[in-house]
């Protein structure tokens, strides 16, 4: 069981209409549909996730998400999310914007490479990082537009995007008290939920 | 001919007509008295008769969809990769239902039927079929066979919009619908394509305004022509390709206007073969029922609201390199399905045959298709 789905869970309401962008298998989402009841879909550009979510029974749209999500309406579904993936596509500011249009709420989760182990490699040993989050080497990996949490947070205020809750954690989803005292250098992966702030 | 069945074969089956003499009120106003459906089922109807389902079929399609007629027949039915035991649509345990649609011409009552009133053919006489009349026709089928709610309705192209039919006009009738290779009307494209065909058709000088069955003749060439420009729009550029190249038939050039290149070849074969085994006055009729289908249209023009009475779960396939119905119309309908809050699953599936593509079992179509009609659950890691 993906150790990201406890926290995530407590940010989904009972009955939640969900988009998750980029579902993969469908875990999550079939975890929410059991646990909490909601309804919703998938998007994914795998057809072999894609079938596997069938299997799961979860409804799931074969969709690549650098493409337009314009035919979705504002607003409607309760929580859009998406779980390491904004660090994969190719404008990751235009598409945070749509989430928050999309979703009454947001949730987005993401590898930190503000992480001091991110920041020794490549202050020391003088190459592109590489660890167990970020396992690809600078030409072949899929995260073109890696942030750190500072790099995030000041994007969602430039966008008028309010920050809701905000969990790290390490590579485990485990939260510490250390974590929390130093989240920039010490969490390797961050939760946020977010929602457009009312004018 | 197959020297045996295979095993995931439904064997040997036999067509059966049902007669209906409760007059059918068209969408374009006039009137069937009564009339005949063929078709032919597959798999057993359960006790509670839950696990139907019905399979649509597209332009020249009829109600053989699966198994042999004979051990001489050549080929099984038209969609026999999707239907028998342990295949999509899984004969151990699902009663499949195919028809031949009304208007047709291979049992069910159609152009070359006796009309009663003159004791002649039909012929061009025989009324125009819109989606919404089969999806009607194939209602009383349901009702005559037992079947007040189907498990599924499955279609290809044609056959796709018959499911999309169904789930607007029946949403209480089916609990599932799988929409395959179609879109929710025709573009202008299309319809020019269609017209083409029934200009080669009705230019045809044995053609006699659709009377030609009193000449004791048929169009043929109109109708081989016909068959020819629609086979180019089933198969994509890559195929033919792949399939034909530029390859030549003797080897040189003739410097005539005879066959010279494979594909000329393959083509006239298609249209030929075509043209002895299907009605023109039914090829006609079945381009028109196409050009008409704009459900759409009843709802200011927009589908989402034309959906939104819908019950059933959905699955919508299109195929990369179908430019007949490109992937794009597929997405039209997933998004009124989406705005709609249907519930609904899509794939693209990567396929170089073309709109042919959802007749061949494609691994990864197949497994959507298969894991929608039955989902099996997948064990968590």
Known sequence: ?199 | MPKEIPADSVGIVAPQVAQFDEPLTLRSGRVIESYQLCYETYGTLNEDRSNAILVCHALSGHHHAAGYHSMDDKKPGWFDSAIGPGKPMDTNKYFVVALNNLGGCHGSTGPTSIDPATGEPYGPNFPIMAVRDWVTSQARLADRLGIDCWYAVVGGSLGGMQALRWSIDYPERLKKCAVIAAAPKLTAQNIAFNEVARQSITSDTEFHEGYYYKHDTIPRRGLALARMLGHITYLSEDSMRDKFGRDLKTGKLSFNYDIDFEVESYLRYQGERFSDAFDANTYLLMTKSLDYFDPAADFDHDLAKCLSKSQCKFLVVSFSTDWRFAPERSKEIVDALVRAQKPVSYLEVDAPQGHDAFLFPIPEYFNFLSNFLTPAGVANA
């Open chain 1, 1 to 199: 069981m993906r150790s990201d789905l406890k926290h995530i869970s407590n940010w989904v309401k009972e009955g939640d209409r969900v988009l998750d962008l980029g579902c993969g298998d469908g875990e999550l989402l079939h975890h929410l549909q059991s646990t909490k009841k909601t309804t919703g879909y998938g998007m994914e550009i795998n057809p072999e996730q894609i079938v596997t979510c069938v299997a799961r029974g979860v409804d799931v749209i074969h969709q690549d998400l650098n493409d337009s999500l314009d035919y979705l309406d504002d607003a409607s579904f309760d929580t859009v999310m998406m779980t390491q993936s904004l660090q994969q596509t190719r404008h990751p500011d235009v598409l945070l914007n749509e989430l928050v249009r999309i979703g009454k709420r947001a949730i987005v989760t993401f590898p930190n490479f503000g992480h001091w182990t991110t920041r020794i490699y490549l202050g020391l040993r003088g190459m592109m990082p590489m660890s167990k989050t970020l396992p690809y080497r600078w030409y072949n990996t899929p995260n073109i537009h890696l942030c750190t949490f500072k790099d995030f947070e000041v994007l969602c205020k430039e966008n008028g995007i309010r920050i809701i809750q905000r969990t790290v954690v390490n590579t485990n989803h485990e939260e510490s008290w250390q974590i929390k005292l130093f989240p920039n250098i010490l969490g390797q992966v961050a939760l946020y939920h977010v929602e457009k702030e009312t004018v």
